[in-house]
């Protein structure tokens, strides 16, 4: 079956811009995370969704950050006024259904972002 | 202090040398994920465990709850192993908590 994808795959765009990114999650997940991994360092975790609600937004960078998910199914992460350090690898991962279990989490293919 | 630390950070081998790399965590956690990333960025999860031990072909995954410790291990290693491996650990809140990740080189 299909993955989980993201779109675009490449995105470069002026400082000060706003950007969108694009998850389409594993049909039937109903968990949805964001990450970031920055040039040189590892993986940190942005937001998580359940169904439409974000229980966990602790690892949004700044308020220029924002992310919504409609209908249970695709996630948009909005990055408004872009900076430079914004720069990097934005990943989106799914998983079934967390309450009382532990779930794989599933990645897709990631947007590379450059802010110019 | 990272809440996840990964050794060794670089790790050079031959074809066919058994491999060993180690992930300690340092809370409590609901389970452990090994990840691999190939150059150009994609990431795949190889195993998620919360006890015990899993194999897949040439891969083993072990964990110790008590040591809060895992290790991946990839016997006869092989050039298509070469790639970045990353332990990632899941709290209550289900998110990940990722290591700094362990860069393999294998040389034919």
């Known amino acids: 079956g299909a993955g989980v994808s993201q779109s675009p795959s490449n995105k470069v765009t002026e400082k000060g811009k706003d950007v969108e990114l694009r998850c389409d999650p594993i049909s039937g997940h109903t968990a949805l995370y964001w990450y970031r991994q920055s040039l040189g360092q590892g993986l940190e975790f942005l937001i998580y969704?359940?169904?439409?609600?974000?229980?966990?937004k602790s690892g949004l960078p700044s308020d220029r950050f924002s992310a919504e998910r409609t209908g249970g199914s695709v996630s948009t992460l909005t990055i408004q006024r872009t900076q430079q350090e914004d720069s990097a690898v934005y990943l989106c991962?799914?998983?079934?259904?967390?309450?009382?279990?532990?779930?794989?989490?599933?990645f897709g293919p990631g947007t590379r972002l450059t802010v110019t | 202090k990272n809440e996840v630390e990964q050794s060794p950070q670089n790790l050079t081998a031959q074809e066919g040398e058994f491999i060993t790399i180690n992930c300690s965590y340092s809370v409590g956690i609901s389970a452990l994920h090994w990840l691999q990333q190939h150059p150009g960025g994609g990431i795949v999860s190889l195993f998620m465990l919360s006890s015990g031990k899993k194999k897949h072909g040439r891969l083993i995954a072990t964990i110790n709850i008590q040591e809060r410790h895992s290790s991946l291990h990839i016997t006869a290693s092989h050039p298509r192993d070469s790639a970045v491996y990353i332990c990632a650990v899941l709290y209550n809140t289900d998110k990940l908590i990722f290591g700094t990740g362990t860069r393999l080189q294998v040389f034919p």
């Open positions: 969704f359940q169904g439409n609600s974000a229980p966990d």
């Open positions: 991962a799914s998983s079934l259904q967390t309450s009382g279990g532990v779930y794989e989490q599933y």
